[in-house]
């Protein structure tokens, strides 16, 4: 028998508790024997709840049991939980995480100490909740070179945007639309801002490419921008305004990492994943474009990806070699500024000098008396010294 | 250093042969030092090839050299590749395969022979081509309990219905065009009438519910009886026409798989795979629906798979627990004509006929003097005995 001590008892935590106890006989077979959840660790007490018995309110009961094997954070935020992560590696045992904010402030130094206690550190549901992404990553892709990496990395965001194309809608409008219904938070800027796109994709680049990538390092912009005249130019070049979360190996070896809105042809399997659902798209040298989609985020969608890591961990008692990066090298990080991508730009610009200032520059026609364009591949550097007023500006995937 | 032997030097081994090159250094990264081809096993010689100097004609020198650590097995069928891969697990060699046949017919037997020899027999190739499907479902849905698993498992197939939804042509034509263009064999047999996409969701239903499937149990229906008409009407109900294989669990905890062609909604994920793509569809207790979506089949994503398996196995010295079924158990498997689900139905029976034999049912109109008809959920049984008269019938997604 295994036993498990799952730390913070919210949305994540109570779910792991959930799956461990409905699915135990399945759980059972897979990891050898039984899966017990020894402690809950909370600062509330849970007096109604079937694991009342088990809540505790000092994380050193945990740490100092050696009966505790495996310990699954969720408490979320880079701040308690990382102490407690710490502490729990150190006290040599697995630990299994749902929390992206942590593993992309903390990872190559909590990979490290695991690697050093030779103990896993697994972070499954960190990205694309339920959905697979870091385990193929690391072993299905094992014998590519990854090109690049990209996806709808954020549910609230791509429910957003789904709105505001289908509907027509105006983005504060629809957030308040969203927020009625929970799928915002009162206070949305980690979701509409970026910063919960840029912690994912800081992830899936530091496994696909080796190093950490700092999330304060990333280019992150959010859709607080993006207006209805956006949504209406994308239509008209047939595409779909998509906030993606994308890391690139450019040809001098770096690898450019930013969040932003796209266009995205309409015809792309990405353009597809609308509502909450999330959708990572990978390219190989070997394997060509692949693409995993489903439900980013919710409780037990993610608490299945975090108690599948604790039977993994459980399954490869050392530390799995395969998740793994170095630390960050700021010269191995290319610039976003210098990237050279087509761009959307909208504009209150008359034709002629449109045409003087983006030479070869597509129009898309007017709309509410500002004009769209669609430009080639040039550097957002290049774009700011074209000289064209610009309203607002969208990369073209 | 870990030394490999290739059998079988045609379109997947020597794109394992390439990959292992081309990517070496990534791949000695990840597999912890350098991963060298030590034979190549082919009845020719390639005296133009690069590995010329490798190749051997007698099995035995690969079976009894025990520096070969892995084998790679890339002759296909179930005859000669079957003997090869049974005596190379008793040798005490890992065995990673693409070869979907014998993994459908065998997978049993040499998962049996692995285990007791603590040695891996890893085919994530065999489904799915570069798409990493088999690893995923063994150990990222470890937490779920799986309800369904469907999907597009066969390339040429949904390249030939995708031409005929598009342009509206029929099947015989396409098909003479795809065997042009060297998408499909000059015999098609094999993947118009069915059998390839049997023997993947015989692995997919294996492994998702952990029993062995046998091809030869499973209801097996291909493309050649779909017509423009039943493309005409699937378009009249807002849905696509696609192969799909499928298994699925009922109330009774038996599993029925089976391959057939299905109207599929236009608005499902499943849908917009199109051209030569494979997309796979898993349903879970917790996770609720993902997809994975990419090509299916082509030397460089085949190869691919063939090759992370080959680091994995290098990696868990031991045999990978998580893979591995039981045999085939006849009293779980469900009856396809019993499983309750909606039909198309081609008939040119007259309205009150149809009003009489399907109370209930939609009326699609007509197209070329017959009739389209949506049934509500009922078994094929009991469709069968409605006595109307069928010219075709497909089931509903």
């Known amino acids: 028998m295994v036993q498990v001590a799952i730390l913070g008892f919210g949305t994540v935590g109570s779910g792991v508790a ?6 135990a006989d399945a759980i059972a077979r897979k990891a050898g024997g039984d899966v017990r959840v020894k402690y809950i660790l909370d600062t509330r007490d849970f007096p109604d709840s079937p694991f009342s018995d088990l809540v505790v309110h000092d994380f050193s009961v945990i740490e100092s049991d050696p009966e505790v094997q495996v310990v699954a954070e969720c408490i979320g935020g880079a701040t308690v939980a990382y102490d407690f992560v710490r502490r729990s590696l ?33 972070f499954e549901a960190s990205v694309g909740g339920g959905i697979p992404i870091l385990r193929p990553l690391a072993v299905c892709f094992s014998a590519n070179e990854i090109s690049e990496i990209y996806g709808i990395l954020n549910g609230t965001t791509n429910y957003i945007l789904t709105k505001m194309i289908n509907e027509g809608a105006d983005f504060d409008e629809v957030l308040r639309e969203a927020q009625a219904k929970g799928y915002a938070e009162a206070n949305p800027a ?9 912690r994912k994709i800081c992830i899936l680049s530091a496994l696909s490419f080796g190093r950490h990538v700092y999330p304060e390092s990333v280019h992150t912009e959010g859709i607080t921008g993006i207006t209805t005249q956006d949504i209406a130019f994308a239509e008209k070049a047939n595409m779909k305004v998509k906030l993606l979360g994308r890391a690139v190996k450019t040809d001098d070896g770096k ?27 990978v390219r190989g040298n070997a394997v060509g474009e692949t693409m995993f989609y ?8 993610t608490a299945s990806a975090v108690v599948a890591d604790i039977i993994d961990a459980i399954n490869h008692a050392g530390q799995r070699k395969n998740i793994f990066w170095e630390d960050a090298d700021p010269a191995m990080q290319g610039d976003y500024q210098a990237l050279e991508q087509c ?53 073209v995937l």
């Open 190 to 198: 980690a979701d509409v801002e970026g910063p919960d796109a840029c």
């Open 90 to 122: 150190l006290a040599g045992k697995h630990v299994v995480t749902s929390n992206k904010e942590m593993v992309a402030a903390h990872g190559y130094e909590l990979l490290s100490i695991a690697r050093e206690k030779n103990v896993n550190f697994l």
């Open 255 to 281: 690898v450019v990492c930013y969040v932003s809105p796209h266009f995205v042809p309409a015809s792309a399997q990405i353009a597809r994943v609308d509502d909450v659902f999330n959708g990572i798209v």
């Open 294 to 301: 489903g439900r980013g985020a919710g409780k037990l969608p």
């Open 343 to 395: 761009w959307f730009v909208r504009t209150d610009a008359k034709e002629a000098e449109i045409a003087a200032s983006l030479p070869g520059a597509k129009l898309l026609g007017e709309v509410d008396g500002q004009v769209g364009v669609l430009t080639g591949p040039m550097s957002l550097n290049a774009l700011l010294e074209s000289g064209l007023h610009m309203m607002g500006r969208i990369p």
């Open 18 to 23: 959930e799956v461990l106890t409905q699915n």
